[in-house]
């Protein structure tokens, strides 16, 4: 029985697709928000237990919806849709205030990016910046938008010299946040 296949090239992309998909991180597109915000959820995040966001909430001053984190939880990702009242027209108000909030009540050591943008045809703005805390420099960046007229925020927190984390998992996380029902 032969299993040569004319093409060795053939049989040699079979091989590396096959491991390319065995190594791939296996990325999650869950319903956050009761199916309203859809994302591609890095393999390596999973739901932080409520005792332990509640003890973030403190820290935060506000409570998440959600926080998932890393198995070290040095990287976690929040997700609060408050009562704050929030249309599309008060984004770069918004963002100037938490800009200004962010400089007064923490040690930015500097600011990376502040800009408004769209994800996928819906408006965002994007705070990113370092940050000095006990554990060491953190990278934060915050990602806000209106959902169902009320803010919707996301706080992403990694060590700073991480940065593959930064850019292999948690760059393509922002670019898959897909709001995929705005009304309530």
Known sequence: MSLYITSSSRALRILLGALLLLTTPILARPLLLDGSLEAEIPAA????????????????????????????????????????????????????????????QSNVTRWLRDESLTIHGHPWFRLDYEITRNSGVKREIVLATSLHHRLLYLVISAPNDDQDMLTVELQPFIDSLRVVKTSP
């Open 45 to 104: 995040f999973r739901p932080l237990d409520q005792a332990i966001v509640n003890e973030l909430s403190a820290e935060l001053s506000t409570k998440p919806v959600l926080v998932l984190a890393t198995p070290d939880t040095q990287t976690r990702i929040s997700v609060t849709h408050s009562r704050t009242s929030l249309n599309f027209e008060e984004l770069d108000e918004l963002k100037e205030a938490f800009k200004e909030q962010v400089s007064e």
